[in-house]
């Protein structure tokens, strides 16, 4: 069952992106390849906790998400006096989910594995990432120029209003947004700013060749087809928690770079230099510019949101910023009405018309009030706190092989989780089996590290109180 239940894993977790692609069709309802794998080690699970009596590890997430998903419950508390039955409907379609990941996240956290089992799994993530990159810049291309394969069939049929199409472009540059497997472009931009963060970690922390790849070249090679496809999604959202989390980056790490971080700063700007020259050559466009420009147009929105300079247009590219801000001013002015409990689950949209969320934590606190909201805070301290006894624990390790894998492993996955919290949250279906895949391979460590650190102490403890008996005879 141990060989079962690790191959389950594997495939859970490697399969997760590729949620546009169905592996049967039941009802009219697409059954993804994560889905069907995760319950699947999630029955053996239950399984071996109800049949063998395996003993439950908890830890300080598990508790949190517990209460996360309290949280969701009580917010049903808001559907009182308004609830219908599509109330509830939508109610159910998210929590189900976020119940799903919740024992998805004990069934994982609670298996037996081993340490170069962990590498092979990250080796092989990185990979499926890599897979993924290079049809995204194929895509990019081939959109542009009209090249075969630029489209990909989606064979969800759930996530067939997704398909891309003419919306996928900038607009009036003409230049396309690679969305790769992805039914949108910000899709494909968070998956990717995952792998991009541990790969950093992983590059930053020369002192072990042996973690992923055993060359540096594959690893720097890795990064840049990573980031390219991430530039060419164009996600102004992904954008923003990618600098947001390398900030923090710099703030922990400044002394470094001070004295050596220049050379990777410069192969960065290489390698954007290199992109743009390609895109001038083909397109007669500076792309490096058009995001400067869209950038520009967002800090002026924001300027003119506050009340500082000139009114702006609300029409023409880079204005998705005003339908933001709407969705936020009516998020708090929901949650104004329902501060504790919110209006339920997944059901800001029924209440104040049919947003199309992007503003995450507002979405929290309109669906959930600010007990929901508080949920979410404390989960993440949960997480960060648990990253950081974790990596203290790893000090003890008197395998440094192993210690410097985990320190490695934990400290890429601490800035992940840093996007996570600036940029994503349970707001949307697909994030079940990919940001939420994170914390649960932060769990699966902690849990490991925790064992083998008792294990260890348990044996030195023994070991003292056999010489001090002997000593004592």
């Keep these: 069952m141990k060989k079962v239940k690790t191959a389950l894993f594997f495939l859970s977790i490697l399969s997760a992106p590729f949620y546009s692609f169905a592996l049967l069709t039941i009802g009219g309802r697409s059954i993804e390849f994560s889905w069907f794998f995760a319950v699947l080690l999630i029955l053996l699970f239950l399984a071996e906790l109800t049949i063998m009596k395996k003993k439950l590890l908890i830890n ?17 508390l808001g559907l009182l006096g308004h609830a219908s039955g599509n109330y509830v409907a939508d109610f159910l379609t998210t929590y189900v989910q976020i119940l799903l990941v919740t024992v998805f996240f ?20 990185m990979l499926v990432a890599l897979l993924i990159a290079i049809y995204g810049v194929y895509q990019f291309f081939a959109l542009s120029s009209d090249l075969p394969f630029a489209r990909p069939v989606i064979t969800n049929v759930s996530r067939s209003s997704g398909q891309i199409s003419t919306g996928a472009y900038l607009g009036v540059y003409g230049l396309a947004r690679s969305t790769s497997i992805f ?23 020369q002192n072990e060749k042996l973690v992923l790849f055993k060359s540096t070249i594959a690893k720097w090679l890795l990064l840049s087809t990573l980031g390219v496809a991430f530039i060419f999604a164009f ?40 992109i743009n020259y390609s895109i001038n050559v083909l397109y007669g466009m500076n792309y490096l510019g058009i995001i400067f420009v869209r950038l520009k147009i967002l800090i002026h929105q924001i300027i003119t949101s506050i009340g500082i300079g000139a009114e ?25 009405k329902h501060p504790f409990f919110g209006v339920g689950l997944n059901n800001f949209g029924n209440v104040a018309g049919n947003f199309r969320w992007t503003a995450t934590p507002f ?17 993440f301290w949960a997480v960060f706190r648990s990253l950081k006894e974790a990596k203290k ?33 349970f707001s949307d279906t697909w994030f079940a089996f990919n940001q939420f895949i994170y914390f649960a391979l932060i769990g699966l460590l902690v849990n490991i590290i925790h064992r083998e650190s008792s294990a260890s102490n348990n044996i030195e403890k023994r070991s003292a109180d056999i010489l001090s008996k002997g000593g004592t005879q």
């Design 235 to 274: 996600s102004l959202g992904a954008f923003a928690a990618l600098l947001a989390t390398g900030l923090l980056f710099l703030l922990k790490y400044r002394g470094y770079f001070l004295r050596r971080g220049f050379k990777p700063l410069l192969f960065i700007l290489m390698v954007l230099l290199v």
């Design 60 to 76: 300080r997430i598990s508790v949190a998400l517990i209460v996360l998903n309290v949280a969701a419950i009580l917010s049903l």
């Design 312 to 336: 702006g247009s609300t029409a023409g590219p880079g204005t998705s910023y005003f339908t933001r801000l709407d969705m936020i001013v009516t998020g708090l002015s929901v949650w104004l």
């Design 363 to 379: 979405q929290t606190l309109a669906d959930q009030g600010i007990l929901g909201l508080s949920a979410y805070v404390f989960f």
């Design 393 to 425: 624990r790893l000090e003890g390790f008197e395998d440094r092989k192993t210690a410097m894998i985990g320190q490695t492993l934990l400290t890429g996955l601490t800035y992940v989780v840093w996007s996570q919290f600036v940029f994503f949250f």
């Design 106 to 125: 004990f069934a994982i956290a609670n298996m037996d594995i081993q340490w170069r089992q962990i590498l092979c799994l990250f080796r092989a993530w």
């Design 183 to 205: 039914p949108e472009p910000s899709a494909l931009a968070s998956y990717l700013l995952g792998p991009i963060l541990l790969l950093s970690i992983v590059l930053f922390r």
